[in-house]
DNA sequence: ACTTTATTAATAAGAAAATATCAATTAGTC
DNA sequence: GACTAATTGATATTTTCTTATTAATAAAGT
């Protein structure tokens, strides 16, 4: 009976999952969005991050870029005619450019209040986004 | 040899087509998109379609974009995280706004010059694109 | 170290948008 | 009115991105 003790104690605590397990995948993960400091992909996650840890799967990145966003370490950053990037989470307002080239996004800082003027009568403004297009320092045959 | 000489003659000419049909669903279609002045996805459109002209299939109306926007009646308009819209090309610069309501997609007039600064050093901008997110006119219950 | 079970890797499956296929239809021409 | 080929409608297929499945692996607690 004792297995039908525990099983009635884990259903009346809610079912609570064990615990969250720090994993070296997800460490790796974290850190390449940390030091990217820009929105990636969920390929550009896996290639940068399987230059730690071979053999990553690309699933184990979209399970642990879910985790992250619920855990709100993490943001998507939606991009016109693009797959979402991820970028971590609690930064300042701001907005991207998009590299023609390269098709990578950097992040922009500051923004316009004139913005706020754009919407007509009638319309209630709640937001906006700005993405700008060209080519970036790199692409451009800058050094970095 | 009438026949052989016709296809000669064709060949010569560089394979042309006949001509392009003038048809039913064609003009329904761009009648659709002129007057509803805002940009519509291919799903739209159907819809708003089929209303003058049951039956119409959406293979119908990819076509029609398609061809439309080769000869340079149409443009893509993409909004982040959504299926591209379409809608009459030739209108000055403009950006857009999308309501949280209905997900709906309006002509949004005017831009801002200070846009120009926002490209940090060493990005060479080349354009770039405002998206509104809000509730429009009709979801906040005005009449129109 | 042993046990438990959350997590992973590999891959199949799913979802959504766009395109291809093809017999039937029809616009334009004679 | 008849003819020819562009066009259509219905549907299968493709493509791309994301999620589910499952046996194997490996954290965390004891």
């Given at each position: 009976m004792t297995d039908e003790k525990r099983h009635a104690e884990e259903a009346a605590s809610q079912h609570r999952p064990r615990a969250k397990r720090r994993t070296r995948q997800r460490s790796v993960i974290q850190r390449v969005l940390l030091e990217a400091n820009r929105p990636l992909s969920p390929h550009d996650i896996l290639q940068a991050a399987q230059a730690t840890?071979?053999?990553?799967g690309i699933a184990t990145v979209y399970r642990a870029i879910h985790t992250m966003i619920t855990e709100g370490l993490l943001v998507a950053v939606e991009i016109p005619g693009e797959a979402p990037r991820y970028e971590t989470a609690g930064k300042e307002h701001h907005h991207h450019f998009q590299c023609r080239t390269c098709d990578d996004i950097f992040d922009i800082q500051g923004c316009l209040p004139a913005i706020q003027q754009l919407a007509p009568k009638g319309f209630r403004l709640e937001g906006h986004q700005v993405v700008l297009y060209g080519v970036c320092p790199p692409c451009t045959g800058m050094p970095a």
């Open positions: 840890a071979p053999g990553l």
